[in-house]
């Protein structure tokens, strides 16, 4: 089964394939499986295929145009290009006369909800028979003028795992644990039972599913002494897994589970039910970090990295170098390791990681230790600024958890 992948463009398929399995990057179908995004495997391929930063953008719609083709009988480009779940659109704040008019065009009502107490209600509505998801949204738009609806979009990982050469070595004598005593929350796909793990939920299609991704961002936090674990799986094994709704409704458990970080190292275009989630758990109080991507700064500014308000971070590497793959957002807070790094994977071997998808939640694991340790937002930001090394452009305030290398 092809899950939570971002596959290469068919027109690189064949060398991108053959260098991938020797990196230990799996190949389904003839195709690269997606674990990540451009990351790490473009930065281990640059040398013999020359890329640039800018052909990283042309990779990234190659990899995107693959990845809606693999999967066309549950994912469907909309007005925007972007992958959505098919056949499916979200009316927010419906009532029972809206409801009639996309009734009356159409549109069949699969089920309607408030995202787990934070007051904000949505409908999903399947689209009439034989209409593409493009029209689709301007058929309810025009229904429905003034009202908020979009597509389901989907939202990729920015990070990637190849097999260490050997065993996972220990935490270097004078690297301290960043967390501590500490709970964070991840929003990624599912992960193993362990004692670190607080809790886990799910928010696709069948149960928390073990994926490869989350496991290596849980190893990390484990190895930089976060405790507390909350997880939630918003791919299971659904093939359009990752969509913002699965997302908005994890950041509503989050927030009805008393967690005060959530990292999010996932990258999607803007999305309004998203973003109005993202506000919302804010102004109770939570603090929401998240990845700027991998797929080089000619890419779309990554969401939700560039919503207002959250910490957006970029990754470097053991030199303190920031990573060449980066994406951006449309403002940077912090910095964290992104490279040269080692965490355990599935199969409880060393894997070698990169990508800003590891950054972001080393970052907000710091963030989780000194929110634990002032109890106050404001104040865990001042302290995070004043801890930060060699703040600059392209490191934001700058760098957080610097010496968290080693997954436990």
Known sequence: ?????????????????????????????GVVGRVSGAAGDVLRTTATLGQTVASLATLRLDRLDTFVQAHRATVERDDTGAPARAHEVLLLDPDPAAL?????SGFVLIDQGDLDGLGLGYARLRTPPGKGLSGALRTLRNALPGRTITSDQIHFASGSAARASGPA????????????????????????????ITDQ???????????????????????????????????????????????????????????????????????PLLARAIALVQARGLVVVAAVGNDGAAAPAAYPASYPGVVAV??????????????HALHLDYAGPGADLTAIGLDGRAARLRGTSFAAPLVA???????????????????????????GPRTGRGILCDTCRKGL
């Open 1 to 29: 089964m092809i899950k939570r992948t971002v596959l290469w463009g068919l027109a690189i398929a064949l060398p991108v394939a053959a260098l991938a399995q020797g990196i230990g990057i799996p190949a389904v179908n």
């Open 100 to 104: 009639r008019i996309a009734a009356d």
């Open 169 to 196: 070595s220990a935490r270097p004598p004078d690297a301290r644990p960043a967390a501590g005593n500490t709970s964070l929350g991840i929003i990624d796909g599912g992960v193993r039972p362990s004692a670190r």
């Open 201 to 271: 939920a799910g928010f696709a299609t069948g149960a928390p599913h073990p994926d490869a991704h989350a496991q290596a961002i849980v190893s990390l936090l484990a190895g930089a002494g976060t405790a507390h674990i909350h997880v939630a799986d918003v791919y299971g094994t659904d093939p359009a897994g990752g969509d913002a709704l699965a997302i908005a409704r994890a950041l509503g458990w989050m927030q009805n589970h008393g967690v005060r970080v959530v990292s999010i190292s996932l990258v999607g275009p803007a999305n």
């Open 314 to 327: 970029t990754g470097v590497d053991a030199r303190n170098r920031v990573l060449f793959e980066a994406g």
């Open 365 to 391: 694991s710091r963030l989780a230790a000194l929110a634990g340790e002032s109890g106050d937002t404001r104040m865990m930001l001042e302290q995070a600024n004043r801890e930060a090394i060699l703040p």
